[in-house]
């Protein structure tokens, strides 16, 4: 596909987005590809540049703060399509081609675990389970994986994403502005790994607090006055 860009959101990934940078290259040759570095203190954005990514440097403002700063960045860039995945390993980017497959009919197509052998940890999967009805009982729309965080886009929806996207607000968040912004979305069940090492959003006493943020966020997000478009 032509004017395909990708984004890899990353902090403190060394170890890791060397290799998800070449197994995008390997599925997508002719692709863009450019790591949000959001405040590591490791070499992720030295290791993302020697294995040819482009980066943008982000401070430590959290993941919602890597997104917000990805997406305005990249709309001063040419494509027509920007898939989104993490630099941890979970998200094979070997399933992209699956995403690009459907974005030509909507807005926003989401990797989903639902319908494949990868649900993850029942702390995760009853997580994910509560957001779901959540964003369900606040769009009217339900959606079975509201934690994944690889995309396919349109440049439609990283406008809106980049104009109204709060920093503090991601996963199920980003499904309820997406609906409320009327864009539609569709999700394509992908078989995804789990993180092998480091710390992840959903472990431990982290998983309560993130389930808690994204459920105070997301109602924030639908009670409150659509802005207009820039």
């Not at 399509?81 to 399933?95: I, K």
């Not at 649900?119 to 999967?125: F, S």
């Not at 078989?191 to 997301?218: C, N, Q, V, Y």
Request: aromatic residues 6%; charged residues 25%.
């Amino acid at each position: 596909m032509q004017g395909l860009a990708v984004m890899i959101p990353a902090h403190n990934e060394a170890q890791r987005v060397g290799e998800v940078i070449d197994r995008v290259r390997g599925t997508l040759p002719e692709s863009d590809v450019f790591v949000v570095d959001s405040g590591s203190t490791d070499e992720t954005a030295a290791v993302a540049k020697a294995h040819g990514a482009k980066v943008i440097a982000q401070g430590a403002s959290g993941y919602g703060g890597a997104l917000q700063a990805g997406y305005s960045a990249l709309l001063k860039e040419s494509w027509t399509t920007l898939v989104q995945l993490d630099a941890d390993g979970q998200h094979p980017p070997e399933a992209i081609p699956a995403l690009l497959a459907e974005i030509d009919d909507v807005h926003f197509v989401v990797a989903s675990r639902e319908g494949t052998d990868s649900q993850g940890a029942l702390h995760r999967r009853l997580g994910n389970a509560g957001l779901s009805l959540a964003v369900l009982g606040l769009t009217g729309q339900r959606f079975y994986d509201v934690t994944s965080g690889m995309w396919a886009m349109d440049r439609k929806t990283v406008n809106v994403l980049a104009d109204q996207l709060p920093t503090d607000t991601w996963d199920a968040g980003i499904r309820v502005l997406a609906c409320k912004a009327g864009l539609e979305m569709r999700e394509v069940p992908v078989e995804m790994a789990e993180r092998e090492t480091g710390d992840s959003m959903h472990d431990g006493w982290s998983g309560p607090r993130h389930f808690i943020r994204s459920l105070k966020t997301s109602v924030r997000i639908a009670w409150r006055k659509q802005p207009s478009m820039r």
